[in-house]
């Protein structure tokens, strides 16, 4: 009973006031959406509230600032809705900001909140990679003696690793190891091939065309997945005997077989559109039908199935649990609860689970962290990178459906 008291008066403990302009919304309480990324709200107090109870940690003096690089991404919302309930467990002062892919907006935003008071700052950068613009953030926290927790989207690549998470004793970084999920997406797709070759070369050439859908230039968590998931699918091929993959259009230069969202929001709407075009010419009236989609996402993996649905492709099960007609194959990253769903339906093979729920937890015990003088980084309960310290990384997973 005592701790259900105690859980209840810390997801009460909010600031009332508000913040006017730069995206910035105060937070009072959070409602589980329905992707289910928090599964009980009150059962996430209790855990915090056992977790805090009689450690003598001092919550009230954290003045926490969030910023999304975008809420229109499908992960980062299930992101924000789990970081959003465990903030409210912990009874912390929060603010919300979405930069809505400008890093300009972005800057102005932190200044903004650490005019404001904000001690903690949780940043999702927008320029993914740039250490001129992560760099940027550091020395905006280090003149206010801020702490600083990046998660999600790289501060730097493989050339500049360290620099940044090295300039500042109060910063460190919370996301994935980049590689990762391109290499556990590549030995997924190239296991599936083995395993249904015949089923998915249409034409009978014996080779498998495909198309790849990029989310953004530039993004190391997009180069990775796009290298990655054709070099180790083929790796998979080559051991048992099959064709490497060929992209579906032969006059595109080797360094740019992908379709890019323009706008970098690896986003349903442009995979949507460069598969509608796709399917235009290359079909199986023409007989050079693209056999296999990969996506670095599961946003533009839904926008892919929405494109083969309306040409007659991927329609899943039918009401006896059979496949209807064509099957192309369509892969991505993220496992958002509409991906799981597809997945159910039969209209998408697979994708690796980026945990937004241990990432969202990792990000709470660093605040619990600063609230008791601790190092950022201590006891996460995830592994650091082994040269960079203050580098957590979540691991990700391979997700099918199948007993996972």
Wanted: hydrophobic share 40%; charged share 20%; with cysteine.
């Amino acid at each position: 009973m005592k701790k259900k008291l105690l859980a209840v008066l810390l997801c009460g403990v909010m600031a009332a006031s508000m913040l006017a302009g730069c995206g910035g919304e105060e937070q009072t309480s959070t409602t589980p959406d329905a992707s289910g990324s928090v599964e009980n709200t009150e059962a996430a107090a209790d855990d915090v509230a056992d977790a805090v109870e009689g450690t003598g940690v001092d919550l009230s003096s954290a003045n926490v600032a969030v910023f999304y690089y975008t809420y229109a991404d499908t992960y980062i919302s299930s992101v924000r809705t789990a970081l959003d309930a465990k903030l409210d467990a912990l009874g912390v002062k929060y603010q919300n900001y979405d930069a809505n892919n400008n890093q300009t907006t972005q800057n102005e935003q932190i200044d903004t909140a650490l005019a404001q008071g904000a001690n903690i700052l949780i940043v999702n950068i927008v320029t993914s990679g740039s250490v001129d613009a992560s760099q940027a953030v550091v020395d905006k926290a280090s003149a206010k003696g801020a702490n600083l927790i990046f998660f999600n989207r790289a501060v730097e690549d493989e050339d500049t690793a360290g620099d940044v998470l090295g300039s500042y004793d109060k910063v460190a970084f919370v996301g994935t190891d980049a590689p990762e999920a391109g290499h556990m997406q590549g030995k997924m797709i190239g296991e599936y091939l083995v395993e249904n070759y015949d089923t998915v070369d249409l034409n009978g050439d014996g080779k498998i065309s495909y198309a790849m859908m990029m989310g953004q230039l530039g993004n190391a968590e997009a180069i990775y997945r796009t290298q990655y998931a054709v070099e180790d699918a083929n790796a998979v091929l080559v051991e048992k005997g099959k064709e490497e993959l060929v992209y579906f259009d032969a006059s595109a230069a080797e360094d740019s077989r992908f379709q890019v969202d323009q706008d970098g929001a690896w986003s349903a709407t442009a995979a949507n559109n460069y598969m509608t075009t796709n399917l235009s010419q290359y079909n199986e009236a023409n007989k050079n039908m693209i056999e296999l989609v990969i996506c670095n996402n599961d946003g533009m993996a839904e926008g892919v199935i929405t494109a083969l649905n309306t040409a007659g492709y991927n329609m899943g099960y039918d009401d006896e649990g059979k496949l209807q007609g064509t099957q192309i194959p369509v892969f991505g990253v993220d496992a958002t609860d509409a991906a799981k769903q597809l997945i159910a339906d039969g209209k998408m093979v697979g994708t690796i689970k980026q945990d937004a729920d241990g990432m969202a937890s990792c990000i709470e015990t660093m605040v619990e962290n600063v609230a008791s003088g601790k190092a950022l980084t201590e006891n996460t309960g995830f592994e650091a990178d082994p040269e960079i310290a203050n580098k957590i990384y979540i691991p990700y997973g391979v997700y099918t459906g199948e007993a996972e």
